[in-house]
């Protein structure tokens, strides 16, 4: 009898880790999630990823779809010409990972969508349990006085748009204020001088961004 349960315990492990290895997490994953990919599109680009070749499909409206990039726990999709997907198993112990999904669409700025999901897709859990989105101000360089011109070009800057960016070489999630892209030209000269050059990065670290 103990053998037998040592045997269970065993072949649950095993199918455990397997579960939690980029390739069957992006395979299982619901088509609530994921509405344009059916599950033949994310085997398919699988295959042609491992067979040295392009992996682009037709997603169910008939549009191109692309896996761009696939490692052991990173996936990166354009889902159409204006959205991608990205993927990132992280740990949350020595047994367990998490998949940090970032879903981002761009038309005239790109702006972007994080979640967590458990590996296997059971359950989705609140973002703000795993990080804390940054606030727009924390784009801007500090000024020494606000002038009208200043104050002026912030109240045009009046929505928020934020694209993240998973890494596929380490576990960091980036960001970049992509709210200037949404103004016109003139607007948009205006206001960069007043912002930071680089992403903000958040690095993972005891089960959340920090």
């Known amino acids: 009898m103990r053998i037998c349960l040592l045997i269970v315990i065993s072949v649950w492990g095993v199918l455990s880790a397997v579960a939690q290895d980029m390739k069957s997490v992006f395979v299982s ?12 599109n994310k085997e398919d680009c699988i295959d042609f990823l491992d067979s040295g070749m392009k992996a682009e499909v037709r997603n169910r409206f008939n549009n191109v779809a692309e896996m761009k990039v696939l490692t052991e726990d990173y996936v990166l999709m354009q889902t159409t010409a204006h959205s991608s997907l990205e993927m990132k198993l992280l740990p949350v112990n020595d047994s367990t990972k998490i998949v940090c999904m970032v879903k981002t669409v761009c038309a005239s700025a790109c702006d972007s969508e994080v979640h967590f999901y458990a590996s296997d897709w059971s359950e989705e859990w ?15 360089v500090p000024v020494d006085s606000i002038t009208e011109d200043y104050a002026q070009i912030r109240r045009r800057a009046d929505m928020c748009f934020l694209k993240a960016s998973l890494s596929k070489d380490d576990e960091s999630i980036s960001f970049i204020y992509s709210t200037p892209d949404y103004l016109n030209q003139e607007d948009k000269e205006k206001l960069l001088p007043y912002l930071r050059k680089a992403p903000l990065v958040f690095q993972w670290k005891d089960g959340k961004f920090r």
């Open 126 to 140: 609140s973002a703000k349990e795993y990080i804390q989105l940054p606030d727009p101000d924390v784009f801007y």
């Open 29 to 40: 994953m619901p088509d609530s999630i994921a509405p344009l990919l059916t599950k033949v």
